[in-house]
């Protein structure tokens, strides 16, 4: 997942505004909230996580499978 660092959000705005949180979140898929300046959270659309999540009753040759398959490339780059 990359994070715009147009989605940073402080967790004192993230507290006050949340709605202003939630709309960000609408428009650009992501907010990363700071706590003291450092990343500490991240809120996503559900859709967006429900792409990146494996479903819990996978099994661990179709999660590995499929791990593989979605980062192939970089595989292929460490195999070298």
């Not at 660092?5 to 979140?25: C, G, T, W, Y």
């Not at 990363?32 to 996503?44: E, G, H, M, Q, T």
């Not at 429900?50 to 999660?63: G, K, S």
């Amino acid at each position: 997942m990359n994070i715009n660092i147009d989605n940073l959000v402080s967790i004192s705005e993230a507290n006050q505004n949340f709605s202003k949180v939630a709309r960000l979140v609408d428009e650009k898929g992501t907010a990363l909230i700071l706590k003291n300046n450092a990343p500490r959270y991240v809120l996503l659309d559900y859709a967006l996580f429900q792409q990146n999540t494996i479903a819990d009753d996978t099994d661990v040759n179709t999660a590995a499978i499929s791990i593989l398959a979605k980062h192939i490339k970089a595989f292929e780059e460490l195999a070298k």
